[in-house]
Nanobody, 116 residues
Framework: QVQLVESGGGLVQPGGSLRLSCAQS????????RAWYRQAPGKQRELVAV???????DYLDSVKGRFTMSRDSAKNTMFLQMDSLKPEDTAVYYC??????????WGQGTQVTVSS
């Protein structure tokens, strides 16, 4: 069973930065995309950033220009660099790997809190 483990969350002041990591316990065949989601209290989970197998990226409008998603396929790891953080970025952040046979793998989530 593949496990995804996020790390890097925490408490940061507005305007600060955090870098989230998501490590796979082993390689996954047929990866279609990797993505970061977030869920704030009382809100639905939303897609924050996605990177396809071909390397194309897309971002939630509210994080464009502030967040950057990357991957290290050789190390089975994905990253989310978050700069210029705002209080509204506060949420639990989840990573997800989607495969070509329509299977999704999720991490357990990491808390990001932006507050002064």
């Amino acid at each position: 069973q593949v496990q995804l483990v996020e790390s890097g969350g925490g408490l940061v002041q507005p305007g600060g930065s955090l870098r989230l990591s998501c490590a796979q316990s082993r390689s996954i065949l047929g990866i279609r995309s990797r993505a970061w989601y977030r869920q704030a209290p009382g809100k639905q989970r939303e897609l924050v950033a996605v990177i396809t197998a071909g390397g194309s990226t897309d971002y939630l409008d509210s994080v464009k220009g502030r967040f950057t998603m990357s991957r290290d396929s050789a190390k089975n790891t994905m990253f989310l660099q978050m700069d210029s953080l705002k209080p509204e970025d506060t949420a639990v952040y989840y990573c997800k790997v989607a495969t070509t046979n329509n299977r999704d793998y999720w991490g357990q989530g990491t808390q990001v809190t932006v507050s002064s």
